[in-house]
């Protein structure tokens, strides 16, 4: 401010001087009243660009250059002729007046400038905050962007929400010494923190407009933060009903599907217990009947403890390059007595390359679909397994010739505790494809079924292939005679 | 209990008193004499006066952690352990396999499978030798078409002769010599390229690949070579 205070007297001084040459030049043709304007509108041409001193400055420069130069005597400040005075006086009075209402013109549009920046400023916070998500990062772009406005450093500290003092001050002072202001986070009654800053030395004080300026910068990331914390409530709100709405659900799938098969377990022991002398083919049936409901529960328990682990976070993926074979064959092999009753068929290109996954979780994702397949076709339908690499995927595929699903079921088998309502679909807790989704996507993969031409269903998900395998070890040491040799001939 | 019980011992360490009662059950049907015990000190104190010839521990007990059972038990005894585990919880399965267990059982399982786990045990154990990577006891192993001539190196599938890299063969050869019992990771990686590999097991699952391609009749449905996902292999004879 006060370096362009100076630059406005040397403009005035400079201005005066040029008007006093060129009423030089122009002396010996015009009336010496005439000369008057010229110093007008030099005062004219400074008022506009620089301040009331600085104008008033010419006022007094024109007048006196004006009496020295070109009122006789010359080149004396003494008048010979009294009516000068009143030329001097009107001269001195509309520059004045022309002086103060180029300056209020100025004033104006400096502030319209100074406005339209504000604006600008504040409404490039605006949006970057509506964007941004997370208390840590809108108090990043309040920092950011007063930092950026105000020239000063900038600190947010933010604190649980709570109520405001009513009435508490909107900038207030912290060491006026040192610059440093303290602007609370005040969305309309809630405090989310405070916005702490040091003007820069060359500013000090800061003016009152800057203050309540910077004030509005802080209502404005208060009320983002307080948008955020809503959203928050909202989400929990929604998740504890979804979590209500899930516990029901799970209530009643166990207390039928577990029940049911423990009604049998129950019926049939107490049968056993009682009756030493049933038919031996009876207590056959019966224990045969006992081990496999138990069998039942067991899988059931299994996915339901898979789910609430997967929903939970608590699966951590651990990754590593295994060949899908492998994979197909401990399944297969797992499941060898259940598939008696299936014929199943594995086709593998022999190029199927290993991919990067989690062997425990997706072998859970071939053995329930497997499983799957087994429960709900009728005994002797086939089963088809087969993988194949599209693009940058793999993607397995489990077809069988059961019922089918329904249209519009393609997506909902997925859906928790859903079941089928086809013809001839088997029993279970509509849980083990929802453990399936819930590993494939884990893994950045997709899970999806379609009916089959021809009747029945198939079932594929596909595992992305990213990354490359290590480089091969090094080949054995030495180290035990037996086997020394390379090539076993 | 007279002392002229030639019956082989088995100790339970298990803490749940149905399952010991249908253990009991089991392993007196099949001719041992049952010991058991609810926790892990008794369990270690019974290991210890009965001279066990198997033990059947539990790795979810009261008292102590079922590793910490198996490791004291392991740094004075040879003794085979069969450990119980639930399913899910492969990374304890790997653990107790490495610290000496010689095979584990999941629970909830059926009486033939812990007798198989049983059988092969016991047969590793009454061989000397075995199970440390000694002298190989039988030179000509053979399974189904398959046929092992481990001293002079030879591999053949229904008579015709199959050529085999160097780490293949290694690999075979340790299988081979652990019948029927699961190998983890560590384990093999430890007998073929060395007690220091310290590469990650993604290739051991390449080389098992190639192993079952060369071997097995449907590589991808594998009758001999089976993978326990999560733990390791288990080369199956029977």
């Known amino acids: 401010m006060k370096r362009q205070a100076r630059l406005g007297y040397v403009w005035a001084v400079a201005v005066t001087g040029a008007c006093t040459a060129l009423d030089a030049a122009l002396f010996a043709h015009v009336d010496p009243a005439n000369l008057v304007m010229v110093y007008l509108a030099g005062v004219v041409f400074v008022a506009t660009r620089h301040d009331r001193g600085a104008a008033g400055l010419a006022c007094v420069l024109s007048v006196l ?17 009294t009516e000068y005075l009143l030329t001097f006086s009107i001269m001195f009075a509309v520059a004045m007046v022309v002086a103060s209402l180029a300056d209020r013109v100025r004033r104006q549009a400096d502030a319209a400038t100074e406005r339209e920046r504000r604006t600008a400023a504040l409404y490039a916070m605006s949006r970057e905050l509506a ?23 900038a600190g947010v500290r933010l604190a649980p929400t709570r109520d405001a003092v009513p009435g508490g001050p909107r900038v207030a002072d912290d060491d006026p ?57 909202a989400a929990e709100c929604r998740a504890q009903a979804e979590a209500e709405r899930m516990r029901n659900t799970l209530l009643r799938s166990i207390s039928h599907d577990l029940r049911t098969p423990l009604a049998s377990i129950k019926g049939s022991s107490s049968l056993l217990l009682r009756s030493p002398d049933l038919d031996a083919r009876v207590r056959g049936d019966l224990i045969a009947d006992i081990e496999e409901e138990a069998d039942y529960i067991a899988r ?77 076709t009728p005994a002797g339908t086939p089963v088809e397994l087969s993988a194949s690499v599209v693009e940058s995927e793999v993607i397995v595929a489990l077809a069988d010739r059961g019922p089918g699903l329904q249209p519009g079921e393609e997506r909902r088998v997925f859906d928790k505790f859903y079941r089928t309502t086809a013809e001839g679909r088997g029993r279970g807790m509509g849980l083990g494809l929802t453990v399936c ?23 594929r998900f596909s595992l992305p292939l990213v990354g490359e395998l290590p480089p091969p070890p090094p080949p054995p040491p030495a180290f035990d005679p037996l086997l020394v040799g390379g090539e076993a001939r | 209990m007279s002392t002229s019980d030639s019956r082989p011992v088995a100790v339970v360490v298990e803490d749940d008193v149905r399952i010991r009662r249908f253990l009991k059950a089991t392993l007196e049907q099949h001719g041992f004499r049952y010991i058991e015990a609810e926790n892990g000190r008794r369990g270690l104190l019974q290991a210890a006066s009965q001279m066990p010839d198997l033990v059947i521990l539990d790795l979810g007990l009261p008292d102590l952690d079922g590793l910490e059972v198996l490791r004291e038990l392991r740094s004075w005894s040879a003794v085979p352990i069969l450990v119980l585990s639930a399913r899910g919880q492969e990374a304890d399965k790997v653990e107790a396999l490495d610290a000496g267990a010689d095979d584990y059982v999941t629970k909830p399982f059926g009486v033939d499978e812990l007798l198989a786990r049983m059988r092969v045990a016991l047969r590793h154990s009454a061989r000397p030798g075995s199970g440390s990577g000694g002298g190989a006891p039988e030179p000509v192993v053979r399974f189904g078409e398959l046929e092992v001539d481990l001293e002079k190196r030879l591999v053949f599938v229904s008579g015709r002769e199959v050529h085999l890299t ?36 993604q290739y051991l699952r390449v080389f098992m690949g190639q192993l079952r391609r060369k071997l097995e009749p449907a590589p991808a449905r594998p009758r001999w070579f089976l993978t326990e996902t999560g733990v390791g292999y288990r080369l199956r004879t029977s």
């Open chain 1, 437 to 459: 989704e819930g590993i494939v996507r884990l893994h950045g993969g997709r899970i999806w079924a379609e009916n089959r031409p021809g009747g029945g269903v198939t079932f």
């Open chain 1, 177 to 233: 010494a040192e610059g440093a202001l303290r602007v609370p986070l005040d969305a309309g009654g809630r405090l989310h923190g405070e916005l702490r800053f040091r003007v820069r030395a060359a500013d000090r004080p800061l003016p009152a407009e800057e203050r309540a300026f910077l004030a509005t910068f802080a209502a404005q990331a208060a009320l983002a933060l307080e948008r955020e914390v809503l959203a928050g409530d």
């Open chain 1, 65 to 81: 250059s004006y009496d020295f130069f070109f009122v006789p005597p010359y080149h004396s400040l003494a008048v010979a002729d």
């Open chain 1, 131 to 153: 964007s941004t998500r997370g208390a840590e990062r809108l108090a990043e772009v309040l920092k950011r962007h007063v930092e950026q406005v105000f020239r000063g450093e």
């Open chain 2, 166 to 201: 160097a780490i293949e063969y290694r690999l075979l050869a340790t299988l081979v010599r652990h019948a029927d019992k699961v190998l983890t990771h560590r384990q093999l990686l430890a007998e073929v390229w060395g007690p220091h590999a310290e590469f990650e097991h």
């Open chain 1, 300 to 376: 059931m328990v299994t996915n339901l403890l898979e789910l609430t682990r997967l929903e939970s976070g608590a699966v951590r993926l651990r990754k590593e390059w295994v060949p899908v074979e492998e994979l197909v064959g401990a399944v297969t092999e797992r499941l060898e007595q259940r598939l008696r009753a299936h014929p199943l068929t594995v086709t593998l290109p022999a190029e199927l390359p290993a991919a990067p996954l989690d062997p425990t979780l997706i072998h859970k994702v071939l053995l329930n679909l497997l499983e799957n397949a087994v429960e709900h």
